[in-house]
């Protein structure tokens, strides 16, 4: 299965990885994979995860405080939201009508 990350999401990550690149050498890499460790485990256990509405689910990263927001689809996981948990709970919504 395959997977697809909301424009908003990818900037996030992409966010993310800059800002613990900044913290420390090495660290936003250690973050993106992390991510992506996240992702397979969703592609591998799709309905495993916590749901946060009807067609929502989260899987938390291991390592870092965020959460991999996600739809499954008939053929792909669209990743809504790349999420740090001590942000504003929901703020990803909007995005869940796709």
């Not at 660290?27 to 256990?45: D, H, M, P, Q, S």
């Not at 309905?47 to 291991?62: G, P, V």
């Not at 053929?75 to 942000?87: M, N, R």
Request: contains cysteine.
């Amino acid at each position: 299965m395959k997977f697809i990350f909301h424009k908003d999401a990818e900037n996030e990550l992409n966010e993310a990885i800059e800002y613990y690149n900044r913290c420390e050498k090495n660290l936003g890499f250690n973050f993106a994979e992390e991510v992506y460790t996240t992702i397979k485990r969703i592609i591998a256990f799709p309905e495993a995860f916590a749901k946060l509405s009807k067609n929502t689910r989260r899987c938390l990263t291991n390592k870092f405080p965020f959460g991999v927001i996600y739809q499954i689809k008939s053929d792909y996981i669209y990743i809504i939201a790349v999420s740090h948990l001590h942000k504003k709970p929901y703020y990803w919504q909007k995005r869940d009508k796709n």
